[in-house]
């Protein structure tokens, strides 16, 4: 799928990158060089293990909010990260935190349009019972375009997911409410209305994928 249009009509470009860390503090040099690289911005990370906020964390030129990781035997798991450049209008929206999903959201108030924000993790060992179906649902169900990012542990044919069998209802979802979705290091579903395009900062970045939003109208070749 090609998305094309008239330069005259290009209201502004968003990229908003997402990365699985699996720990922040060795991977903050990468972090660096993305950022360095590529117009992002918003980069939403995954599995930093990194419990308390730092000044470590700080980057020129951009705001962050941290989920933290929790400690199991004085070692941190998972938690949620997420960077979003100052000079993008934007609101905290809050934060899910439980068993069965953690989650980051913002809104960002682009030229032409609203976008909603989701930095997700779901842990790859629940059940089918467990799957947090009403919480991503709820986050969801927004009037204005949604994109959920992150590490989804779902298994669905369309994309490389893996662990369990949840992909199918996490795409029922996404189709009927009409937004984005992608997780690294591929797009994992992209809906035929609104006016997105992916593409791939370079292959050494094999955890990361980029989103990019552009606020004009949009033909399919």
Same mark, same amino acid.
């Given at each position: 799928?090609?998305?094309?249009?008239?330069?005259?009509?290009?209201?502004?470009?968003?990229?908003?990158?997402?990365?699985?860390?699996?720990?922040?503090?060795?991977?903050?040099?990468?972090?660096?060089?993305?950022?360095?690289?590529?117009?992002?911005?918003?980069?939403?990370?995954?599995?930093?293990?990194?419990?308390?906020?730092?000044?470590?964390?700080?980057?020129? +030129?951009? @705001? /962050? #909010?941290?989920?933290?990781?929790? =400690?199991?035997?004085?070692?941190?798991?998972?938690?949620?990260? !997420?960077?979003?450049?100052?000079?993008?209008?934007?609101?905290?929206?809050?934060?899910?935190?439980?068993?069965?999903?953690?989650?980051?959201?913002?809104?960002?108030?682009?030229?032409?349009?609203?976008?909603?924000?989701?930095?997700?993790?779901?842990?790859?060992?629940?059940?089918?019972?467990?799957?947090?179906?009403?919480?991503?649902?709820?986050?969801?169900?927004?009037?204005?375009?949604?994109?959920?990012?992150?590490?989804?542990?779902?298994?669905?044919?369309?994309?490389? +997911?893996? @662990? /369990? #069998?949840?992909?199918?209802?996490? =795409?029922?979802?996404?189709?009927?409410?009409?937004?984005?979705? !992608?997780?690294?290091?591929?797009?994992?579903?992209?809906?035929?209305?609104?006016?997105?395009?992916?593409?791939?900062?370079?292959?050494?970045?094999?955890?990361?994928?980029?989103?990019?939003?552009?606020?004009?109208?949009?033909?399919?070749?």
């Amino acid at each position: 799928r090609v998305l094309t249009c008239a330069s005259t009509m290009e209201i502004n470009n968003f990229h908003c990158l997402t990365f699985n860390a699996r720990g922040i503090v060795l991977n903050l040099p990468t972090v660096h060089n993305i950022l360095a690289q590529f117009p992002v911005k918003v980069l939403l990370i995954q599995e930093v293990n990194f419990k308390e906020d730092t000044d470590e964390l700080r980057l020129p +030129g951009y @705001i /962050h #909010h941290l989920l933290p990781s929790f =400690v199991v035997n004085h070692v941190s798991h998972r938690g949620l990260l !997420m960077y979003i450049q100052r000079d993008i209008p934007n609101s905290f929206l809050g934060f899910v935190d439980l068993p069965s999903i953690r989650c980051q959201s913002i809104r960002v108030d682009l030229l032409s349009s609203k976008l909603i924000i989701h930095n997700v993790y779901i842990p790859p060992d629940l059940t089918l019972t467990d799957y947090p179906v009403l919480q991503l649902a709820t986050m969801l169900s927004h009037p204005v375009p949604v994109l959920l990012a992150g590490d989804l542990n779902s298994y669905h044919p369309t994309w490389r +997911g893996r @662990i /369990h #069998h949840s992909g199918n209802t996490l =795409v029922a979802m996404m189709d009927t409410l009409d937004c984005t979705m !992608m997780i690294p290091p591929d797009p994992t579903f992209i809906p035929q209305t609104p006016p997105w395009t992916w593409s791939y900062p370079r292959e050494s970045y094999s955890m990361t994928s980029m989103f990019s939003m552009r606020g004009f109208q949009t033909t399919d070749q």
